[in-house]
Structures are given as C-alpha cells and as structure tokens.
C-alpha cells in the first residue's frame, strides 16, 4: 500500500477528529478545530497534514508557524496547546509524518520546529530542560470520597470557601470569564490573552468546554474555562480577583470544577494543565496532591539557528513583570494581546 501525506480540509475533519477520539495517545489538542481556532484567533499559519493508506487515516500532525517580531520564528505543535506532537498508528507514518516536519522547516526557514509531547519524548531528537510539568490524577466521581483525598491543608481551604458561602454557576459565560481572568493575570505582570480568543474556544468546541465562576454574594471573584475530553476534565484558562484569595475562592472553585465534573460529566481524570517548576502555580497543584510530571517538550533547529528561550523566571523580564503588575487594568488588555500571541 502506497502511504501519502495530505493537507488537512474542511471536508476531512470529521475523518481527523475521528482518529483522535479512536487513538489513545491523542489529546484534545489534537482536535482539528484548533487550527482554525489559532489562525481566526492570531494570524499564525497552520500546517495540518494527515498520513493516509488504502483510504484510511493512519497519522496526523498538527502544526502552526509561530512568527512575531518580538518572539521569532517557530514551527510547533501546537502553539497554545500544552500537548501536542504527532500521532501514528506505525512507525511507516510517524517517518513521513516526522519527514514532512523537517522539510517544512528547512523550506520555510523557521529557527526551530517543537513536538510537544505528553508521554515519551521524540526518538532521536533533543529535549528541552525541564521546565514545564504537566498535572493529571484519577478521581472517583464521589464528592464525599473526592473531597477526603485532597490533601488535609488544601482541603481545609476548600471548606473555608463553603464555609464562606461561595457558590459556583456552570455554564459559557466567556465575557465575565475574560473580565476576571484579565484582572488575574495583569496581577501576576503576564499578557492577557483576548476576549475574541476565548470566544474562539467557546464557538469551535461547543460541546466540550464550560465555563464555571464563583461568586461572592452578587461579585465574581474567581472564574476557569474547562475543556472536556473522553473522561477527563481540563481546567485550562482561570484566574480569580483580589478579593479570590481572601474568601479561598480559588481553591473553592478548583474543587467546584472537579465536582461538577464528576456529577455531571462523568469525568474521572483531572488534568490541571501546565506549570512551570519554581512557580506558585506549580506549588498550588502540588499542594492539590498532584504529582508534576515533566513535559517531552521535544525540538529540531534550522540551519544556524538558536533555541529561543522565553521563561519568565528569566532575570532580564523580571523589571518588565513588575511593571506590568502596575498598568491600569485597560492599558493591560490593550497591549497585551499584540504581545500574547508570540508566547504560545
């Protein structure tokens, strides 16, 4: 059988999407819809291919050129995602599908090309240091049980916000989400994302994320978009007011997440997402009980070209961090878009 390389079309998505639900090292990054997602959201090129034989898919790829000014030039996969990389289901499609990558660097002269892998690193290619971990634990679907596995001071937390009487509202809020979660991350001195990416989110996977905010009395204070994939939920883009600490509203709504999932979902897997070590994200998910396992952030680079290293514990942001934390609240959000979309 003849094995051939094609660009991924509308017409073929179904096809993609139903590889990816059939494959178990496929991710809900891998979804086809987030090539529209990053290209509708960012103007960044994506190159999705797929390896076909006798008619039927046997590998995808998922890839975007990421090239700003400020952040170079690279091919990844997939920017904006905290997994990625190929999928195969034999080693003649991984080759082609790893083959058409090299020669897509090597023809579009990007610095470096990423496969962000969640299980093994890429045979044969160089791993980044390990920086960024990824957190994922199994949970029973029971509240009681669930409740009682969290570790004894981060439980102690979550019971402060219901004793604070937080309470939670599912549902696809995006606006008020973006309002918090702007707030948030000014805060913390890092780039918000825009209002028209999260609506991006929302309109391509319909089905498959919620948006689940607390409330103190009538005021939001802490708000998280969800993804949902097989029986796993994904909290992905969250963040809480100045008053969120106060009243634990954070940990409140963390615990909310994984309740509601369980009850109303079915979900069995809480995968919170990707930090980086020495940060407080990292100490907070740890403190859940999660174990950090290192990400295969797997890489190639173009001829003369350096890995970029874009770390924000990197002493030379350190000046801009504490800046950022001081700009008004609608300066932040406009300036940080521009910036955001070269830190994929």
């Excluded at 090597?106 to 962000?116: P, T, Y």
């Excluded at 160089?126 to 596995?149: C, N, Q, W």
């Excluded at 290192?294 to 800046?323: D, F, Q, T, W």
Aim: aromatic share 14%; net charge positive.
């Amino acid at each position: 059988m003849t094995l051939k390389i094609h660009q991924l079309e509308e017409a073929s998505e179904a096809r993609w999407d139903a590889f990816v639900r059939a494959m178990p090292d496929a991710t809900f990054f891998h979804f086809s819809a987030w090539r529209h997602v990053i290209a509708e959201s960012f103007s960044h090129q994506t190159y999705y291919v797929y390896a076909e034989e006798a008619g039927e898919i046997v590998g995808i790829l998922p890839l975007a050129r990421m090239r700003t000014k400020l952040f170079g030039d690279a091919l990844i996969s997939t920017p904006f995602c905290v997994y990625g990389g190929p999928i195969a289901m034999s080693q003649a499609a991984s080759d082609a599908l790893e083959h058409y990558a090299l020669e897509l660097l090597r023809r579009i002269g990007a610095d470096s090309l990423e496969f962000r892998q969640l299980h093994t690193p890429w045979p044969g290619w160089a791993v980044r240091p390990p920086l960024h971990y990824t957190f994922r634990k199994s949970f029973s679907g029971d509240a009681e049980i669930d409740m009682k596995a969290i570790p004894r001071k981060q439980r102690a937390m979550v019971r402060k916000g219901i004793q604070n009487g937080l309470r939670s509202v599912s549902d696809g809020n995006i606006d008020l989400l973006h309002k918090v979660y702007a707030e948030s991350v000014r805060n913390l001195g890092t780039p918000v994302f825009s209002r028209h990416y999260f609506r991006m989110l929302a309109k391509y996977f319909p089905e498959q994320h919620d948006v689940v905010t607390v409330f103190d009395g009538d005021a939001p204070v802490a708000s998280v978009l969800n993804f949902y994939f097989r029986d796993e939920v994904i909290p992905y883009y969250g963040g809480g007011t100045a008053r969120a600490r106060q009243v634990a509203a954070n940990d409140f709504m963390y615990w909310e997440v994984m309740r509601r999932a369980g009850a109303e979902r079915g979900c069995r897997l809480y995968d919170f997402g990707r930090s980086k070590s020495g940060t407080g994200a990292f100490d907070f998910k740890k403190n859940w009980g999660f174990t950090p396992q290192p990400l295969h952030y797997c890489y190639r680079l173009g001829e003369g070209a350096v890995l970029a290293e874009h770390n924000p514990s990197n002493p030379k942001y350190k000046l801009l961090i504490a800046a950022w934390r001081h700009l008004p609240l609608p300066v932040a959000n406009l300036l940080g878009p521009p910036i955001v979309r070269g830190l994929g």
